[in-house]
């Protein structure tokens, strides 16, 4: 009769031990169901702000300023890689073909746009230099911008073959703005990057 209690007890307690184990498995069923309802949710979230940025994506280019004409100029020249297609466009539209280069990350045409004095690197250089040292920086001065109230070449500074180019942007009480030197490169005003990658070179 000892033995068959000794049993019973054992039996209780596997009994009430499978029990804990459902509760258990009970529980994290319903942990996983709810963590699975909150991924879907930040998924579906994530989706939304995804579309909205493309929407706005689609909405803004550097390109929007430009004349139909210049546009023109610019596709052929990006078909072509012949930057004498550009030889119309002012310093001030050369910077929003610059930036706008910069956002679709087309480093070719960003080689094309850089003022070459003789010192410029080679392309497969430039390109490293380019990605190592100042893709971030042109990357974060053309997405800081990418809403500016103006862009204007600097009067009374403008010289034969140089000019300055100001950009100004505003949000609410903060304003910024940003000046770039150009060059003229056998009738093509050029960005002078060279000494940006020297510099940002010294400071890595």
């Known amino acids: 009769m000892k033995h068959v209690y000794v049993l019973f007890g054992f039996l209780s307690l596997l009994i009430a031990g499978c029990n804990g184990n459902e509760t258990v498995i009970e529980e994290q069923e319903k942990e996983i ?4 309802e909150h991924i879907t949710e930040i998924e579906a979230d994530l989706q939304e702000q995804e579309q909205i940025i493309d929407n706005h994506s689609e909405d803004f280019s550097y390109l929007n300023d430009l004349s139909d004409q210049d546009k023109e100029a610019y596709e052929l020249f990006v078909e072509e890689k ?4 550009l030889s119309g466009l002012s310093p001030d539209k050369m910077m929003l073909v610059y930036y706008h280069s910069v956002v679709q990350d087309d480093i070719e045409a960003l080689y094309s746009l850089a003022y070459n004095d003789g010192t410029l690197p080679d392309f ?4 490293q230099q380019y990605e190592d040292h100042l893709h971030k920086k042109e990357l974060k001065t053309a997405l800081s911008f990418r809403d500016y109230d103006d862009i204007r070449v600097r009067e009374g ?8 180019v100001e950009m100004h942007v505003s ?3 903060y304003s910024q703005v940003i ?4 060059s003229n490169d ?3 005003w050029k960005k002078d990057v060279l000494h940006l990658l020297e510099s940002l070179e010294e400071q890595a």
């Open 82 to 85: 012949d930057d004498r297609h």
């Open 124 to 127: 497969k250089v430039f390109k």
């Open 33 to 36: 169901k709810q963590l699975h």
């Open 179 to 182: 000046v770039a030197s150009f």
């Open 157 to 164: 500074q403008t010289k034969e073959n140089e000019a300055h």
């Open 171 to 173: 949000y609410g009480g």
């Open 186 to 188: 056998n009738g093509v």
